[in-house]
Structures are given as C-alpha cells and as structure tokens.
C-alpha cells in the first residue's frame, strides 16, 4: 500500500502541518501532526519575504533550519502512526515561500529537500512550482487539481476555498474544466494588525474584528487595488498584501480606532472571495471552506450573509478537517510526480499545458 507525507508551511508562518495518506483509487488520511514554528526562525523567514543584505547566507541556514524542523515533525508523525520511515514512499514538500512573482518570472520556495531526505531516510518531492511558472504559468495555486479529486460531484457545483495567509478558490463544475485563483489576503493582513496592537498571532474566531465598524471608505480604497480587478490566473503573495500596503491606504484614516481597522480587513477578505465567486462562477451550489479561516467563526458567517444562496460550509462536513487539506494535497501531489501523472491545471495557472511537478530527491 502506497504511503506518502505531506508537508505545508504557509504564509502564516505558525508553523507545519503534516498529513500521513494511504494512496490508493483514493486518498485516505491516515495520521497528522503539527510543529509548531520557533520565534527566530519564523522572524528569519519573514525578513526574507523582503530584500535584505546578505540574503543569500540568511536565506541557506533559514532552510537548514526549516529542513531539521520538518525531520523532527516526520518522525514524530511516524512514531504516533507507529510506522516506520521505510513504509513511505515520499514526502512531498512544500518547502516555506519566500518570495512569489510570478510577474517576473520567478518563485523560491525553501526547505533543502536533500537534507530532509537524508534526515528522515525518506526520498523528498519538493520544488513543485517552478515546473509550471517555466511552462508560462503562475506556479500557483497547485491545489485545485487535488480538491478536484476530492470534492468535485457530478450533480453539485461547487467551490473550495482555502483561507490560510492569502485566500484561493477551485471552482468544480461537472460540465465545465476546473478553474482556480487566488482572491487576495485571507488572514495576513487580519494577523498583522492584531500582532501589532494586541501581541496575538491572530484574531481566535474573529472577535476582536466583531468590536469594531467597517469602515466604508477605507473598504473602497483597499477594493480598489488593481489585483482585485485583475482576470484569473492570477496568484499573489506578500510581496503585494503587507503592513506597508496597509499603512499606505490608513495615512488619511490615522484616527481609525484599530478594531474598526480589523472589522475592515475581515470584510476584505470576505468581499473579495464573494467578489471573486460571483464573477467566475456565479451558479455555485457549495462553498467547502478549509484552511485556518475556517475556523474564524466571524468571517465564516459573513461569507454565509454575502452568499446567501450558496451552502457555506467547512469540509469537515465533507469527512475531511480543514486544518489538514494542504498538507494532503502536497502528499497527494508527490504520488503524482512519483506516478507520471500531470498536476498542474493551465486553467488555473495559465501554464502552456499540463506538466508533472516536482524534483525528486531519493533517500
């Protein structure tokens, strides 16, 4: 029985979700395990998400620190699925993003695959984006094609929506080729600010942002960004959506009390998924919702007011628990690579054609 582990380290920099699965005609998880990221090294990776002098050393032991964290993750997961290493036919990891733009051609994921590999005596996938950007593609999103072969239905269509740091749909229409994009920042902005005035990583079920106002102008003003406008394929990162784009549009607010600040930016996020479903696929039944925002009980609950025809719900509804589906869909993407199978989506990523993603490196 094929067994792989999944690897993701998102934009939020908490740390890594891992995700144990059996492939065979199906995915089944099997175990998961999640490590929580040190405080210097989340400070280390996000000063590489700008330029910086001596990038190039910072950015190498960043990785080897990152690599030694997720061998320590691996074989914790494999001790309490009581598995051994030589049961796993691969990891296929994400690797932590450091800078995405895809404008310029170009998009560095870090993580030093052969050292994983030789830590944890298990054959590593990694570098999955870069195949498709030199295919003309956006590199991401990459998990379209996986909640294609999770969700999709022959009688319903619908839409997975992943919130983590940034916010992207797949769009699963039984007549229709699968579609994807990302819609903009999905908690990175909401972290930020609460980190900034309250000393919290985020806002637990969205309750500070539930004290404060939307502010209406301000909304129109970050709405009116061009990336908002912009057709799909399109992905984005925190190159774009950061502290200094929101302090740019908050100069002629500077007596904005903070939570209103915070309601804004929930309301955001939630326009901008409601935005973006309505232009691509105004005809959705189902809305599955994974990823850390799936647990933000505010804006889960906006996204249901401003999509009152659709069901919005988590995909723990749907068997599988939302905190985990990125990590399965790596897992799922290295059985691809290791199999010959293509796993891009030139609908999403706008790449030339359908590519197999990924370099393989052997135990």
């Known amino acids: ?103 310029r051609g170009f998009t560095i994921q870090i993580g030093h695959p052969p050292l994983l590999a030789e830590l944890t005596s298990i054959s590593v996938v990694a570098d999955f984006r870069r195949r498709d950007m030199a295919a003309g593609g956006q590199g991401a999103p990459l998990v379209p094609a996986f909640h294609e072969a999770m969700f999709s239905d022959t009688t319903r269509i619908r839409a997975a929506l992943n919130i983590g740091g940034f916010s992207n749909l797949s769009l699963l229409n039984p007549s229709t080729t699968t579609h994807g994009f990302d819609c ?38 970050l709405l009116d960004d061009k990336f908002f406008a912009a057709q799909g394929p399109k992905s984005t990162g925190r190159e774009l959506f950061n502290l200094p784009w929101l302090d740019t549009h908050l100069a002629s607010y500077s007596d904005m009390a903070a939570a209103d600040v915070q309601a804004t930016l929930l309301e955001l996020t939630a326009r901008s998924i409601r935005d973006s479903l309505l232009a691509s696929q105004p005809e959705t039944q189902d809305v599955l919702v994974c990823g850390g925002g799936a647990h933000n009980a505010a804006l889960m609950q906006r996204l249901r007011d401003l999509l009152p025809t659709c069901l ?20 799922w993407l290295a059985h691809c690579c290791l199999e010959g199978i293509p796993a891009n989506r030139p609908s999403v990523t706008g790449a030339r054609g359908a590519r197999i993603l990924g370099a393989i490196y052997p135990a």
């Not at 919005?312 to 897992?331: L, R």
């Open 184 to 221: 903009g920042p999905g908690n990175v902005l909401l972290d930020a600010w609460i980190q900034r005035h309250q000393g919290l990583a985020y806002d637990r079920n969205g309750d500070w942002a539930s004290t404060g106002k939307v502010h209406a102008q301000l909304l129109a003003k």
């Open 1 to 103: 029985m094929p067994f792989y582990i999944g690897l993701m380290s998102g934009t939020s920099l908490d740390g890594l979700d891992f995700a144990l699965i059996e492939q065979n005609d199906r995915t089944t998880l099997i175990g998961t395990h999640y490590e929580a990221m040190p405080q210097q090294l989340k400070q280390d990776l996000l000063d590489l998400c700008s330029p910086g002098p001596n990038e190039l050393a910072r950015a190498a032991m960043a990785e080897q620190a990152w690599a030694e964290l997720a061998s320590s993750g691996v074989n914790k997961l494999l001790g309490k699925a009581q598995m051994d290493a030589k049961a796993i036919r691969a990891i296929g990891s994400h690797g932590q993003t450091i800078r995405h733009e895809p404008q």
């Open 312 to 331: 919005v719900t988590s995909t723990t509804d749907y068997g599988v628990e939302p905190d985990w589906i990125e990590a399965m869909a790596f897992a």
